[in-house]
């Protein structure tokens, strides 16, 4: 099993930036797809970001293309998301997820472990 720590939230101004990092533990880390998603309030949680096990192929959600970058460094198990121009709407609760897979996905289903998640606030 992997253990996930999402860190990097806070309360930014619109326009602003923030860096979010999840920190992993666990043997298989390195060589599962991982990915991003969110939960705002009253709302289902969507996805974000992913990432193959290499870094080669990566995916984003139309919300947040072009203003968000994912990416890993498997030497130091961690995972990033660099969010540019932040909105108002990007205010959630973001959570790093880890699959076994080496493969793709962006399905929330193919996902078995998660962090606790980040709160991401966006002041208009």
């Known amino acids: 099993q992997v253990q996930l720590v999402e860190s990097g939230g806070g309360l930014v101004q619109a326009g602003g930036s923030l860096r979010l990092s999840c920190a992993a533990s666990?043997?298989?880390?390195?060589?599962?797809?991982k990915a991003w998603f969110r939960q705002a309030p009253g709302k289902e949680r969507e996805f974000v970001a992913a990432?193959?096990?290499?870094?080669?192929?990566?995916g984003y959600a139309d919300s947040v293309k072009g203003r968000f970058t994912i990416s890993r460094d498997n030497a130091k198990n961690t995972l990033s998301l660099q969010m540019n121009s932040l909105k108002p709407a990007d205010t959630a609760l973001y959570y790093c997820?880890?699959?076994?897979?080496?493969?793709?996905?962006?399905?929330?289903?193919?996902?078995?472990?998660w962090g606790q998640g980040t709160q991401v606030t966006v002041s208009s």
């Open positions: 997820a880890a699959r076994q897979s080496p493969n793709y996905s962006d399905v929330i289903a193919d996902f078995g472990s």
């Open positions: 666990g043997r298989t880390f390195s060589r599962g797809a």
């Open positions: 990432i193959n096990w290499s870094g080669g192929n990566t």
